[in-house]
Nanobody, 114 residues
Framework: QVQLVESGGGSVQVGGSLTLSCVASPGTLSQTAMGWYRQAPGRQRQLLATVPRGGDKIFSDVMNGRIAVSKDTAKDSMVLRMRDLKPEDTAVYYC????????WGQGTQVIVSS
């Protein structure tokens, strides 16, 4: 079974930056498009960015302009770099395939406070 492990979350002040990491089971990133998602309390999970197997990355409007994503297919890992964080960015952040078809990992909590 494919596993996803997210890490790097924490507490940060408004305007700060964080870098999140995702490690997937071997071979995962070469087989499917991947993405970063988040879920804030009481809200539906949102797709932030799609990292295709090939081609350009696709960013949703949720955090567009404030995030960058990269992947290392050989290491089955992805990175989400976030900057200029706002209180509304407080959420649990996840990686998964796009569309999500892998069992969700635990996610990593990000708390943005003023």
């Amino acid at each position: 079974q494919v596993q996803l492990v997210e890490s790097g979350g924490g507490s940060v002040q408004v305007g700060g930056s964080l870098t999140l990491s995702c490690v997937a089971s071997p071979g995962t990133l070469s087989q499917t498009a991947m993405g970063w998602y988040r879920q804030a309390p009481g809200r539906q999970r949102q797709l932030l960015a799609t990292v295709p197997r090939g081609g350009d990355k696709i960013f949703s409007d949720v955090m567009n302009g404030r995030i960058a994503v990269s992947k290392d297919t050989a290491k089955d890992s992805m990175v989400l770099r976030m900057r200029d964080l706002k209180p509304e960015d407080t959420a649990v952040y996840y990686c998964n395939a796009v569309p999500p078809k892998i069992s969700w990992g635990q996610g990593t909590q990000v708390i943005v406070s003023s």
